[in-house]
């Protein structure tokens, strides 16, 4: 929001807009005044009843009028003068006279008045002075004045009021209300009122045609716009470089930037602004290398000088393409023309370095601004929330001198981001307490943070507040709601907000939510028939947000067909412009088994961002391959990509499964990390580092690391150490390690079933049952394994013991089957203690009815001999699974693909692709 907020400050149409407030003396003396002069209603000597209230003439008149087709090419030969001087009360003044007329005298110090009343902000003295012009008869140029006094001081109402006083209204007393609506966001009432001028018989005039259009580009009717443009080629103002300038600022506001482009090409007369829109339109459509090849155009052709709208556009243009060095570079051209300290330049370049640079190149600057406006200080709170600096963000947000709902907002987005929960609810309790205004994007933040929490009473009360506040016709807040009630485990309720749903209304969003509420809480099955049914029933508009949502559940459930699908619809919709979606498309491709599609989508994107490289990279980590994804980060380095705080934990987790040791390599970047990158490690940075310390066998090292912290260590650190023990076969250090968990998280259900473990390996049974008893006692369930495969479209998925496929006693069967020909091929299943968050049994038969089993043995049942079967399974896989599916693949002869929360593992012919370390 905020970066959409610093875009409207760069657009070049705000100066398109600004252009019809300038008229010149000559246009509005054109015409000899309006005869006879008549009176106000309200003084008039012979009183006259008010008018009635306009009546506008619908759409379908304008619409009726036989405007020629559109043709670019079509000039007129008359040209304009440029506009001199402001749309204010000072272009209404009479002409030099020298008449002694005592009318006149008094006329003119009326003009003197408003002109004063406007330059100073002075609403008072302008209706003091209203009230003398009603003393006069009908005087349409100070009417005028007045109108235009009025508007400047935002006074819409009184303004209007004037205009419905005239009896003869002209073409700049239309000009100056229809660009009133305009900017007062009253785009609807524009057209209405541009309308009643045509029926008028009243011709506009280029400044009329710029009006109309910035109504336009406000409520995006390109429609119309189209119909305005036709009557600009129809009237000759074409060839006006404001008029040619507002049309160039609809369509790119609009999207169309073929037209964009073949009107610019065609302007007789370009300026500064033209170059600006034409540019920001470019850069709206992410052609970044166009938009530097026209700003050298610019400067070639037309030898222009650089405004800071120029500037502003070029360093989104950089940051979009993350062009470090080509936004330095135009961090040096804005100081040698001066214009760095420019607050619109300036904010941008926070914008620039927040995406492309390093906090320290964002506080130099923010600290070498002369002035700061409150975007400056908003983008400060985004560029330190974006850099996981948190608290110094909340530091620039208190030393705020003010601050509205943008920065509230950004704060609360940034405590999101970073997944602090509870601070987002302290700084929503303060905004209603200091009763800021609660937007759309507010609600839907503190909704997200109640989601991180996964707090099923707390989301009650927030839902119960947003239900008495908020419009629930709103998509977006019913679609955070439904989100936040999946993430909280209220999967009845979600389906409740989901059916109570009006199929008439925007629903794309609220599947979309429900399509990723399910797939979150392991309802695969309702997950893909709910988009399938979506689609085919025509009920869901799949966009890039559904695009993006559908290839992300599809790389989660492994469903490689349905996420071709979506690809040949990206592809045909031309959605794979889109970062978000081709980022998606990566991932999707990676987890389907599929690493060289997923490698050969990111070489066809046109442009990357950190995103699509951190993609790239986890795939390399889930197919084992750390030599590759370290080989995909000396590239990023090389190119100048800006790594983040994702990026180095999967580069750091890369060194675990190179080919060699690398350990050396691993310690020094995570020591670079602050000195070099300036991220601070954090929790996943540690645990990331203790993992590849335990792997290759440094486990006394990884213990005094985590004793050296800086902070105190959370349990997903002490987890990474107690993995390498399993790995090493540790268990001293594996039982002093469970207990440093435990007393971290006493409440946590996996801790539950560590204890229960640790009881079980040391052969005190009764023990195990009481924990796993108390545990049920207290509501705390752990999230149950669970695995799945997919055939002919349709997920069959299994938990342990689980007997409710329709074809379970042929899987039953079949398994036990499997059973005995792994035994006689020497198969024995491990009942001993693993130090792992698996829960486990002292019983083979649960052993043997384990999901992993189960869904494989399904696979073996349906597919045809000769093919491999692939297996999602949701955790990792413990150890007898692994040793049982090795055996599999001996006695079948079958090839089998499992891809657990670790990786993935190919079975055959007895090895395994993970080596035994996973």
């Not at 028939?529 to 947000?545: A, K």
């Amino acid at each position: 929001m905020l970066k959409e907020t610093m875009a409207t400050v760069i657009q070049p149409t705000i100066a398109a807009a600004a252009s019809y407030n300038s008229l010149p003396h000559s246009l509005l003396f054109s015409s000899p005044p309006h005869n006879p002069l008549f009176h106000f209603p309200l003084m008039s000597k012979n009183p006259r009843p008010p008018p009635p209230p306009p009546t506008f003439p619908s759409l379908s008149l304008f619409q009726s009028r036989p405007y020629q087709q559109l043709h670019f090419s079509t000039y007129p030969t008359q040209s304009f003068s440029s506009p001199q001087i402001l749309f204010s009360p000072e272009c209404f003044s009479p002409p030099s006279s020298s008449s002694d007329n005592e009318e006149a005298s008094v006329i003119d110090g009326l003009f003197k008045m408003l002109r004063l009343s406007s330059r100073y902000g002075d609403a008072q003295l302008t209706k003091a002075v209203h009230a003398c012009i009603l003393k006069l008869e009908e005087h349409t140029r100070l009417a005028n004045a007045l109108i235009a006094a009025y508007l400047k001081l935002g006074l819409l109402s009184d303004a209007y009021g004037v205009f419905l006083g005239l009896s003869c209204p002209n073409v700049v007393s239309y000009t100056a209300l229809i660009s009133g609506f305009s900017k007062s966001n009253r785009g609807d009432e524009a057209v209405e009122l541009f309308f009643r001028m045509r029926d008028s018989g009243i011709e506009p005039n280029e400044y009329s045609f710029v009006a109309i259009l910035t109504a336009c580009i406000r409520i995006l009717e390109l429609h119309l716009g189209l119909q305005v443009h036709a009557t600009v080629i129809k009237l000759g103002y074409l060839n006006s470089s404001f008029v040619t300038n507002a049309l160039v600022g609809l369509y790119g506001k609009c999207g169309c930037l073929d037209f964009v482009l073949k009107l610019f090409g065609e302007m007789p007369h370009r300026d500064i602004t033209s170059w600006n829109s034409v540019m920001s339109s470019v850069v709206k459509d992410c052609m970044y290398d166009k938009t530097f090849k026209l700003f050298g155009d610019m400067k070639r052709i037309d030898g222009l000088r650089v405004d800071h709208f120029t500037l502003s556009i070029l360093l989104t243009a950089c940051a979009g393409s993350a062009s470090f060095m080509k936004g330095r570079e135009v961090h040096a051209y804005a100081i040698k023309v001066g214009l760095e300290a420019n607050l619109s330049v300036s904010n941008a370049l926070i914008g620039f370095y927040t995406d492309c640079g390093s906090a320290e190149d964002v506080t130099a600057l923010f600290q070498r601004m002369p002035l700061r406006d409150i975007i400056t200080w908003t983008e400060m709170i985004t560029a330190y929330m974006d850099f996981g600096l948190v608290d110094l963000a909340v530091d620039i947000f208190d030393k705020m001198p003010e601050r509205n709902s943008f920065s509230y907002n950004a704060l609360l987005a940034g405590l999101c981001r970073n997944g602090k929960g509870f601070m987002a609810l302290e700084v929503f309790v303060n905004m209603v307490n200091e009763r800021v205004e609660l937007t759309e994007f507010t609600l839907t933040s503190v909704l997200n943070a109640y989601g991180l929490l996964m707090d099923c009473k707390i989301s009650e009360q927030i839902h119960g507040f947003i239900l008495k506040i908020a419009n629930r016709s709103n998509a977006y807040i019913e679609a955070a709601l439904l989100d936040m009630c999946t993430k909280c485990g209220r999967m009845a309720d979600a389906k409740k907000m989901f059916s109570r749903w009006p199929l008439d209304r925007e629903s794309s969003m609220i599947r979309t939510s429900m399509i990723c509420g399910y797939a979150r809480n392991g309802w695969l099955d309702e997950a893909i028939s709910l988009f399938n049914i979506s689609q085919s029933g025509g009920t869901m508009v799949v966009d890039e947000v559904a695009s993006t949502s559908v290839l992300s559940l599809c790389g989660t459930i492994g469903c490689h067909h349905t996420g071709k699908q979506m690809h040949s619809h990206v592809l045909k919709s031309g959605f794979l412009s889109d970062l978000r979606v081709g980022n998606a498309m990566i991932s999707m491709y990676a987890k389907c088994w599929n690493l060289d599609d997923a490698i050969r989508i990111f070489n066809d994107m046109p442009r990357h961002d950190t995103v699509s490289w951190n993609s790239l990279l986890a795939g390399q980590l889930l197919h084992r391959r750390g030599d590759e994804a370290l080989a995909y980060w000396s590239k990023m380095k090389k190119i100048g990509v800006k790594p983040d705080k994702v990026t180095f934990v999967l580069i750091i987790s890369a060194y675990r499964i190179t080919k060699s040791n690398l350990v050396d390599d691993c310690r020094s970047l995570f020591l670079s990390m602050k000195d070099i990158y300036e991220i601070e490690p954090s929790s996943e940075h540690y645990a990331s580092f203790i993992g590849v310390l335990g792997y290759w066998g440094l486990l006394e090292e990884a213990e005094e690391v985590i004793n050296k912290m800086p902070f105190k260590p959370e349990a997903s650190i002490w987890r990474a150490l107690l993995d390498s023990s399993r790995i090493h076969m540790k268990k001293t250090i594996g039982k002093r390690v469970a207990n440093r968990i435990l007393a971290l998280e006493p409440k946590d259900p996996s801790t539950y079933i560590l204890v229960s473990n640790l009881y079980s390996a040391s052969g005190r049974w009764h023990c195990s049952e009481m924990v796993r008893e108390e545990m049920r006692e207290r509501g705390f369930r752990k999230h149950p394994g669970q695995s799945w495969i997919i055939y002919q479209d349709k997920i069959h998925s299994f938990y342990a013991r689980d007997k409710s496929h329709p074809q379970t006693k042929d899987i039953y069967s079949g398994l036990e089957v499997l059973i005995l020909e792994c035994l006689k091929a020497g198969y024995v299943p491990d009942t001993s203690f693993v130090v792992h968050d698996v829960e486990e049994h002292q019983k083979k038969d649960f052993l043997f009815y384990h999901s992993a089993k189960l869904a494989a043995t399904c696979g073996l049942l349906m597919t045809r001999p000769g093919k491999p079967i692939r297996v999602v399974k949701n955790i990792i896989l413990c150890g007898d699974c692994h040793t049982f599916l090795k055996y599999v693949s001996v006695v079948t002869k079958r090839e089998i693909f499992l891809r657990d929360s670790s990786g993935f593992h190919c079975f055959c012919g007895g090895q395994c692709s993970c080596k035994d370390y996973w």
